[in-house]
């Protein structure tokens, strides 16, 4: 046997892994889901089917420390995780392996999505402003949004219309911005009081769901401008509901749960619980955010000529 061949042997690269005290990196693939933990700061890939463990998949990067949200690009084969502290992490979503930080001085910076150019937008969430970065080179751009005092923003998404949806974690509020200038298009708050506003996502029949603790419940609102609240709908035992995506496999909607530590499956018509313990083999370790890897172009095209490959990049 090669030493080339031997490295890639699943037994000495997790042997390497844990002699380097960092995991080994397990690869999953398009319609996997991955989950952030900010207590071990480390990525973990699941079977988006059935939630089997795939395996540790990234680790954050010092001075980066306590794993919020992520967020993958549609085109780059990477993905974006935020902190409590030491900015945003990106990372390859194929292999784990570590890219860049974006902005590792910064504070608590929870969220950050690539915008349609490239570039990289962050919640600096102690400032409340959204905040630009050269998604190539890591350099700050500016500010992109200031939003109103103690926003405390959180998660953030684009929204089928193009326009950009921030959670405030501070003021129970989900704040509608214009995807080119930052300006606050809409703003509307929680049917509870003193909820914390965590993460949005949009169904297919124009709803929006958004996760909230205090109230411990998902809230559910008609489309824009009005968004009228529709409904609420919870898990069992939610104590911290966090993260919320849709399963590319079957449209359902899955939520994570800080405190039963699990992700918790609903149907996207009724908003049924289907099961609670989504997690096969759950790590029991404090999750935050979830997404399902989407498909992205080139890397995931088959094996092709060189040719093809020079004017797919032309």
Known sequence: MT??????????????????????????????????????????????????????????VAPASGQLAIHFGTTNNRFLVGHFGGGVNEFDATTGAFVKTY?????????????????????????????????????????FANLPALTLPSDMRYGPNGNLYVCGYGNSTVFELHPVTG????????????????????????????TCMGSNMCH???????????????????????????????????IIDGVTAQVHEFDPVTFAELNPAFLATNSLDKIVDLEFRPATLPTEAKPTTWGRIKTLYR
């Not at 690269?13 to 690869?27: D, M, N, R, T």
């Not at 600096?124 to 630009?132: F, G, P, Q, R, T």
């Not at 824009?224 to 104590?239: E, N």
């Open 183 to 210: 300006v606050i298009l809409s703003a509307w708050s929680m049917p509870v009081a003193g909820d914390r506003c965590n993460d949005v996502a949009f169904m297919p029949s124009g709803e929006i769901l958004v």
């Open 3 to 60: 030493i080339r061949r031997l490295l890639f042997t699943p037994f000495l690269s997790l042997a390497l892994g844990v002699a380097l005290g960092a995991p080994a990196f397990a690869a999953g693939g398009i319609g996997d889901l991955y989950v952030t933990s900010d207590a071990s700061n480390v990525v973990r890939a699941y079977v988006g089917t059935t939630g089997a463990s795939i395996g540790p998949h990234a680790s954050s």
């Open 220 to 254: 559910r609102f008609g489309p824009g401008p009005a968004y009228p609240h529709l409904g609420s709908f919870a898990g069992t035992g939610w104590q911290r509901p966090h993260g919320i995506d849709l399963s590319p496999v079957n449209g359902h909607v899955f």
């Open 103 to 143: 902005n590792p001085g910064g504070g608590w910076m929870w969220s950050a999505l690539y915008r349609p150019n490239g570039n990289v937008l962050a919640t600096l969430s102690n400032a409340d402003k959204v905040v630009e970065f050269d998604g190539v080179t890591g350099a700050p751009i500016g500010v």
